[in-house]
């Protein structure tokens, strides 16, 4: 009797061993979960909060509300966040283009780097709406005005991060190069540039952001398309919800579009992450 129970008992830990083990979440699956169940818990608790403490429609509308709005107004938002969205594209590829040559000249001469860098800062440091009014004088109302805010405003960081990039070559291995006979052209274009790829992809995130603040910021001051100046009217008529319904928009556009550029940076300078990192990321 005794050695039948004792078969059992080691046939069980076996059967135990052979089972398969439960299927464990990726380190992409549980972060994009975590992100799900944050943003669901943020707009619940919103809802919750609201109704709870019945603040009016005119201070905070309920996320439910903002929900039907977008819904039912969406033949009439649609347009105009297409036209944000054409707007900010503009002007991005056209701040960016113009952000890395300034970088790339600023970044591959000290001599530009000290004249040109202290023009750039206080350039930079202009509110951007002080800028809309000039360009509205120079080239009417519009979309042209909202294209330039948008491309100003995101020269910044693109030239910053590019510089930064190119200068942070050591000069030891640029020495180096010119011993075995590369020319300064050559060392730019096969060592600084892909050395200043992710410092450029970091930008872009910065930059697409603040070029969505660019065009909003022109529409709602001389334009009469796209979702600023929707959202300046349904603030004027006091429909708080509208206003909400076009933040949304904005963020959703904004987030997009940052994922994207997540991605490419991921696929174009996978090389200058760890592993850990990749798995981490799903790449």
């Known amino acids: 009797m005794n050695a039948r129970v004792n078969t059992a008992d080691a046939v069980e830990p076996a059967a135990e061993a052979a089972s398969p083990a439960a299927p464990r979440l990726s380190p992409l699956?549980?972060?994009?979960?975590?992100?799900?169940?944050?943003l669901i818990g943020f707009f619940l608790a919103?809802?919750?909060v609201c109704l709870a403490s019945g603040i009016s429609d005119l201070v905070l509308p309920r996320p439910s509300q903002i929900a039907r709005v977008l819904i039912e107004r969406m033949p009439l938002l649609w347009p105009h966040t297409v036209q944000t969205l054409y707007t900010t594209l503009l002007g991005f590829a056209l701040g960016v283009a113009a952000g890395i040559v300034i970088g790339v000249g600023i970044g591959s001469s000290r001599l530009a780097?000290?004249?040109?860098?202290p023009l750039?800062?206080?350039?930079?440091?202009i509110p951007k709406v002080a800028v809309v009014p000039l360009f509205v004088v120079w080239f009417g109302a519009g979309t042209v005005p909202a294209v330039l805010t948008s491309m100003v405003i995101s020269i910044f960081p693109v030239v910053v991060n590019v510089a930064t990039g190119l200068a942070s070559t050591e000069p030891e291995l640029e020495d180096v190069?010119?011993?075995l006979g590369a020319r300064k052209r050559d060392i730019l274009w096969n060592v600084g540039l892909p050395r200043a790829m992710p410092y450029l992809f970091a930008s872009l995130k910065i930059a697409i952001t603040l070029s969505f603040v660019g065009t909003v910021?022109?529409?709602?001051?001389?334009?009469?398309?796209?979702?600023?100046?929707?959202?300046?009217?349904?603030?004027g008529n006091f429909d708080v919800p509208m206003v909400f319904a076009g933040l949304f928009l904005l963020a959703a556009m904004g987030v997009l579009l940052y994922a994207l550029s997540a991605l490419v940076e991921r696929r174009v300078t996978g090389w200058s992450q760890r592993k850990t990192d990749l798995a981490a990321t799903g790449a």
Do not use: C, K
């Not at 699956?29 to 169940?37: F, P």
């Not at 780097?113 to 860098?117: A, F, G, K, L």
């Not at 750039?120 to 440091?125: H, I, K, M, R």
């Open 29 to 38: 699956a549980r972060q994009r979960l975590l992100s799900g169940l944050a």
């Open 217 to 235: 910021l022109s529409e709602t001051v001389a334009s009469n398309r796209g979702i600023g100046t929707v959202m300046m009217i349904a603030s």
């Open 113 to 117: 780097y000290d004249v040109t860098y």
């Open 120 to 125: 750039l800062v206080g350039f930079s440091s």
């Open 46 to 48: 919103w809802e919750l």
């Open 177 to 179: 190069l010119r011993v």
